[in-house]
């Protein structure tokens, strides 16, 4: 079977259009429809928020460098 691939922008939700294809008139043709995957960016921006949350929980109060040693040898040891 031989595959084509094409981008198109929806423009209309109750219809696609697609135009120039590289088959026969009467050819058999498979249609599979696939949604751009977005998940990546969604959760690229919620670690972004989670991250600025966490900064702001600390602004008033910072980490010390001994805490920051404390808890990465606790972490080490399976605290």
Same mark, same amino acid.
């Given at each position: 079977? !031989? $595959?084509?691939?094409?981008?198109?922008?929806? $423009?209309? #939700?109750?219809? &696609?259009? *697609?135009?120039? &294809?590289?088959?026969? #008139?009467?050819?058999?043709?498979?249609?599979?429809?696939?949604? /751009?995957? !977005?998940?990546?960016?969604? *959760?690229? @921006? /919620? &670690?972004?928020? *989670?991250?600025?949350?966490?900064? @702001?929980?600390? $602004?008033?109060?910072? &980490?010390?460098? /001994?805490?920051? @040693? +404390?808890?990465? /040898? +606790?972490? =080490? =040891?399976?605290?």
């Amino acid at each position: 079977m !031989n $595959a084509y691939k094409t981008y198109v922008t929806i $423009a209309d #939700p109750k219809q &696609l259009v *697609l135009s120039d &294809l590289p088959f026969q #008139p009467g050819q058999k043709v498979e249609v599979i429809i696939l949604a /751009e995957d !977005n998940q990546r960016a969604t *959760l690229a @921006a /919620e &670690l972004k928020k *989670l991250f600025k949350e966490i900064q @702001a929980t600390h $602004a008033d109060h910072p &980490l010390t460098e /001994e805490e920051i @040693a +404390a808890e990465i /040898e +606790a972490y =080490r =040891r399976g605290e």
